[in-house]
């Protein structure tokens, strides 16, 4: 294992457009979005002086979310450290790390090659046993949406140090972008005999959400936010609350959260993209429109791009639409530049307002490279956007059957089944899919809600009869 970390793991197979972007690429906006980790351990370099830069150090290391300004002096401390004494491993890997929460925070790709050199370079300088880098390079690849990457290295980190708990915490977000589920749940089982407290619970939350376990995923994420410390951590388990409230299509209870969240850190602006979803489903469009503006001008994340863009369409504000349909090209290249991985995202937007062929084939190589349950889903929908309805329905059922992985309970998997089965003819099923959609979440999608229900109502009810002789 210690040779093979200079190497790295086996390049993937690129699309001609990011060829030559870095070997760990991936993303994640909306993620996006997982949290950026590297277990603290003693190097040369002396622990810093409390303050900002102490703060985000105890956030990287501890598979917490690290405020922006925190960051910015951890980044400005250890740059100058490293410039005085290069050979300090530790300072080089911190250095990759915050770097790289530093991307994930703002939607900029352009942090990302500068991790991965600064991670790069500590495995330079230490070849032998540096779990940090590893483990750095392992946070990048989750930043980037790259999960084969972040396997190899996630795996590489915990074999170095077994007990390296935050470690476990990055294989979870590997293995559930991969469509492993089973090992995310192992590794989850792992990390909470290593370690306890706010940051497991929202990965525990993370996994149960993915099972179908709502009620169980609420109660973690709420008492994390309940029992985490700092203000930036806090709002991001108050963020991803706010995002299981809406799930469920309690707008109400989405909203104070996400405007908590705002409170807590006024930089946690998936958060702002969350209070602009909400709002519109309460049917306060102006507002809305004005926190997703703010929010998209801080972070230029594609998938809020893509949300703002579909709300304007349905209020028929088609050129608005089309400006924010542009930034999200424009944000994707940017992302494929700096080794990020936004074709999720893409494949979407191409299957309702692009292209739906380029959307199969671009989703065809995600799928290959990481058959997560969100790449099952938005292929299936690419496939029947396409015409090509007996493979389409076929992807569906991956996202939306418990059994075959797709446990999650999403309103969006639900109508596209729905929608791919009314156009096969298998109304029964597409009535039952139409209603799980609007039974889960009437609000989900200003776009795509009303278009379900339309449908539904063309269907009309069953038929009372028996079927015919």
Known sequence: MDNLLLSGPPPRRRARRTRRALIVSVA?????????????????????????????????????????????VLIGEREARVRTYPGDARSWAVLGAAY???????????FFPRAERALRRSLEVAPRRNADAAEGLA?????????????WWGEAARKLEPQRWTAHALLIDAYTGLGDHEAAGRSLDRLTKLRSGP???????????DRGWREDAA?????????????????????????????????????????????????QRAAQAGQGRALAALGRTTQALAVYQAALARQPCP??????????ESLGLERAARVQYDLLRARVRE???????????????????????????RLRVEWRRQPGTAVADALGWALHRAGQDEEAVEFARLATDGERGGGVRSALYAYHRGMIE???ERYGSARRHLQEALRINPYFSPLHAPEARRALQALGEPSVEGPPE
């Open 28 to 72: 994640g906006a909306a993620v996006l979005c997982g949290t950026l980790v590297l277990a603290p351990r003693e190097r040369a370099a002396p622990p810093p002086a409390a303050g900002p830069a102490a703060q985000a150090l105890g956030a990287v290391t501890a598979a917490v979310p690290a405020a922006l300004p925190d960051l910015a």
């Open 100 to 110: 790289a929460e530093q991307g994930r925070r703002t939607a900029n790709a352009a």
């Open 139 to 151: 946070a990048l690849a989750v930043a980037r949406r790259d999960f084969s990457a972040a396997k």
């Open 199 to 209: 940051a497991v619970m929202a990965r525990a939350a993370a996994v149960y959400r």
């Open 219 to 267: 109660a973690q994420i709420a008492d994390a936010a309940a029992l985490a410390e700092a203000p930036a951590e806090r709002a991001a388990y108050l963020e991803r609350a706010g995002r299981l409230a809406f799930e469920r299509g309690d707008r109400q209870a989405a909203l104070r959260y996400f405007e908590e969240a705002l409170r807590t850190d006024p930089d």
């Open 303 to 312: 998938a809020f791009a893509l949300e703002l863009g579909e709300l304007y």
């Open 335 to 361: 992302a494929a530049a700096g080794g990020a991985d936004e074709e999720l995202v893409l494949g979407l937007f191409e299957a309702d307002h692009g292209d739906p062929r380029a959307a199969v084939r």
């Open 422 to 424: 009314r156009e096969l």
